[in-house]
């Protein structure tokens, strides 16, 4: 499908990104702000550029830039599963597979390895929490629909804090679990108010949370917010920094539909989670905000929609090439303490090493 959206004012406004704030540089990363548009391609985020008419945005703070490949073990577009395989644990594995080697050897992420030092850590999404991209960072299964395998790791993972949606899948036997360990289990986003520290649980849908042009609202940057302050109490707590993953989970599914409006929608409300990620990085020196994606969806282009491009604006138009994903490089955007360390062209395996590095969790 063909959409078209006009950009009449563009040039009224001034060029170029404003840069307010400046986030701590050198020194140790102590705690690592890790988010994942799924499928935002640098395609996605010049959209999201564009139709805000070129005002600053979250992504135009970026203090650093990479570029990261994303082929899996068996294909060179690559699924959610193989890609956050990549991300969550610096190893390549076959589409469809989660937490594991294409022969099956179960492979440790730098969350799982968070957890056994004993740091806290937290994902928070807008899809089930059984998803392939959080999952990547918690479970070892061959085939990433295989959801009671997923739940199951979920329930041992030891994640303190985890926001999205997949409640339908926990039964009262998991719930159970999780209480005994204590998680207090939440299931409305406006109770999180109470919550300031500790294990907490954040089942907010059965399945996946809703678009966000059907009544998501702000979950996504409050989420990150609320996660940000749980887990720096903790860290407080423990000495130990922490390690957060954020993913906007349904960039993809407007990649996948071809739905411009929406993918606006997701990337706005994604930047604004964005956002937070860097002020909480601003107010917190030892903190490093990476913003990357697992592949690019749609193989979106946007051509000028005169052909005749040297005439004057006349609009642009959002092509999608495919309803699947493109093999493309993403970019990655680094905010914070150890920014200056991370850049020039990446494998996506690579940039999870490296991450693992600077964190200490070799
Ligand atoms: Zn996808």
Redesign the pocket.
Known sequence: MRRLLFLLCAFALPFGAVHARTAPSGGEVKNLIYMIG??MGLAQVSLLMIERGYEPVAFDRAQNVALVSTYSANNRVT??AAAGTALATGRKTDNGMLGQTPDGAPVESMIARAVREGRPTGEVVTSTLQHATPAAFYAHAADRDDDRTITEWLVRSGVDVLFGGGGGSFSDEQLAVLRDKGYRIVRDPDQLDAVSSGKVLGLFADGHLASARKGRGDYLPRATQKALEILDADARETGRGFLLMVEGSQI?WAG?DNDAELLLAEMTDFDRAVSAAMDFADEHPGTLVVVTADHE?GGLSIPSNEEDFHLSDSGVQYDFSTGG?SGTLVPVYLYGTGAERINGILDNTELAQRLMQLLGLE
């Open positions: 799924d499928g699924d959610s993809d996948h969806t994903h």
